[in-house]
């Protein structure tokens, strides 16, 4: 690498910060480990952008533990200019898209061999995205997955995941509350039986958007 790069390594398990570290500092020149926890506001509250002669990377994992939303801890560190490589045991291709299209650099399963992650740094300091080889055969094979709505699902679920109550929607649609509940009910099961679960009406609302629902 021609530029130093400080790395920061958010992950919930102790043995794997260290089992990652150690494999970074291992396989890469001129790396700096500035911080190995689970907190990004800890890290956050005491990064500063001022030494521009190195990058900052950081190593997220997918699912820290807090309760925290994976999407708005990407967000965060993006806005830091910080570049993100996502290392998780989690590989739905649902996940990895949402991720990838949200800014991140890389995404690398647990499950993959060690040089992947030393590859996924080296592409990212070089502006390149990358997937370690099992990621890229999930998504390959999840490419034709499709949820076909009908014309009322599709209405429901939109005007519903754009912020309307159940009632509104009937009220838009000149249906009965409890047929716009099936609707919606109905468009959910399709999504959950194509591998995509949307308990929560944020999560319908994230699909909407990715399927082009909502204008």
Do not use: W
Request: aromatic letters at 4%; glycine letters at 4%; proline letters at 3%.
């Amino acid at each position: 690498m021609e530029k130093s790069t400080n790395i920061a390594i958010f992950e919930d398990h102790p043995l794997m910060r260290e089992a990652i570290a150690h494999n970074i500092v291992l396989h890469s020149s001129d790396v700096t480990i500035t911080y190995k926890g689970s907190s990004i506001s800890t890290f956050l509250d005491g990064h500063t952008l001022s030494d521009s002669s190195a990058l900052t990377l950081a190593i997220l994992d997918l699912d820290l533990g807090d309760g925290s939303e994976p999407i708005e801890n990407l967000q965060r560190l993006l806005e830091r200019s910080i570049s993100v490589i996502v290392v998780s045991a989690l590989a739905k291709p649902q996940a990895v898209r949402e991720m990838l299209r949200g800014g991140a650099a890389a995404y690398v399963s647990k499950n993959a061999e060690p040089q992947a992650l030393n590859e996924a740094i080296q592409a990212t300091v070089e502006g390149k995205q990358y997937m370690s080889p099992d990621i890229a055969v999930a998504l390959l094979s999840d490419e034709n997955i499709s949820v076909d709505l009908s014309k009322q699902e599709r209405q429901a679920l939109s005007l519903y995941a754009s912020g309307m109550k159940l009632d509104a929607v009937a009220r838009a649609m000149d249906i009965s509350r409890s047929t716009a509940s099936e609707y919606i009910q109905r468009a959910r099961k399709k999504y959950t039986k194509a591998g995509i679960n949307l308990p929560t009406k944020t999560d319908l609302y994230r699909q909407a958007q990715r399927d082009g629902l909502l204008k």
